[in-house]
């Protein structure tokens, strides 16, 4: 056990049909001196993404029930240490940026990731205008309904989150979508749990983008993160 300050950590990891990224992703995790272990959870890839996953040191399970945010709750309640990390496996976040997330992961119940400067953004990475600016707008409504905290990106998977506080949003959720990562991020807020957002490195992904990556599926889930904003200020929890 190698742990961060005697509290375990474990890295999950929503995957379909990332067997371009999976590996590099896994190791670069893995090699981190605080990650106890990292768990892929195999949304019905059609290719080698289990198989390299495993290979690369994780430990993979399934989700047949298909959709992102089904894959990461599934993670999410597998995940039995202290914090627990969830990001994307396509190697487009940097696993060298954890210790960024540890500076603040005893203070805040949540420390979440943003693509929030531009020098941190590899030139060629999925991060134009549009999900830019899109991102923004979302953001600062939830800002608004929630009185703050600041933020700045509606999505963005990079995100620590301690094991007690874990537990109390996971019954709460309700979406199974891509719009999961703002449900979890408000149900939070619903809790007076305490957030901080920090800037991350994003690269050049490895593979095609299943949502991003077709401005139409993106502007749907921007609609659908708009209304479990809204939902969520508004419902009983």
């Known amino acids: 056990?190698?742990?961060?300050?005697?509290?375990?950590?474990?890295?999950?990891?929503?995957?379909?049909?990332?067997?371009?990224?999976?590996?590099?992703?896994?190791?670069?995790?893995?090699?981190?001196?605080e990650v106890d272990k990292v768990i892929v959870v195999d949304n019905n890839s059609r290719d080698k993404t289990a198989l390299i996953a495993k290979?690369?040191?994780?430990?993979?399970?399934?989700?047949?029930?298909?959709?992102?945010?089904?894959?990461?709750?599934?993670?999410?309640?597998?995940?039995?240490?202290?914090?627990?990390?969830?990001?994307?496996?396509?190697?487009?976040?940097?696993?060298?940026?954890?210790?960024?997330?540890?500076?603040?992961?005893?203070?805040?119940?949540?420390?979440?990731?943003?693509?929030?400067?531009?020098f941190m953004i590899e030139e060629d990475a999925d991060w134009g205008w549009f999900l830019k600016w899109g991102n923004w707008f979302i953001s600062l409504l939830m800002q608004v309904l929630y009185d703050g905290p600041s933020m700045v990106e509606a999505g963005g998977t990079y995100r620590i989150i301690k094991k007690k506080s874990l537990r109390k949003i996971l019954p709460l959720l309700s979406r199974t979508d891509s719009a999961f990562l703002p449900?979890?991020?408000?149900?939070?807020?619903?809790?007076?749990?305490?957030?901080?957002?920090?800037?991350?490195?994003?690269?050049?992904?490895?593979?095609?983008?299943?949502?991003?990556?077709?401005?139409?599926?993106?502007?749907?889930?921007?609609?659908n993160m708009i209304k479990v904003i809204i939902t969520n200020r508004i419902k009983k929890v």
Not at 5 to 26: C, L, R
Not at 95 to 101: A, G, H, N, R, V
Not at 190 to 208: A, F, M, Q
């Open 183 to 223: 449900d979890m991020v408000t149900i939070a807020l619903r809790l007076n749990l305490s957030i901080v957002e920090i800037p991350v490195r994003y690269r050049t992904r490895r593979g095609v983008s299943k949502i991003t990556g077709n401005r139409l599926k993106a502007f749907v889930t921007g609609l």
């Open 55 to 118: 290979k690369a040191g994780a430990c993979v399970i399934k989700e047949n029930t298909h959709g992102y945010g089904h894959a990461c709750i599934k993670g999410l309640k597998e995940a039995d240490t202290d914090y627990v990390v969830l990001v994307e496996s396509d190697d487009s976040f940097d696993p060298e940026d954890l210790p960024k997330f540890f500076a603040y992961c005893e203070e805040f119940d949540l420390v979440k990731g943003a693509r929030s400067n531009k």
């Open 1 to 33: 056990m190698r742990m961060y300050k005697n509290k375990t950590v474990s890295v999950v990891m929503p995957a379909f049909n990332e067997e371009q990224g999976i590996g590099t992703t896994v190791r670069g995790f893995l090699n981190q001196q």
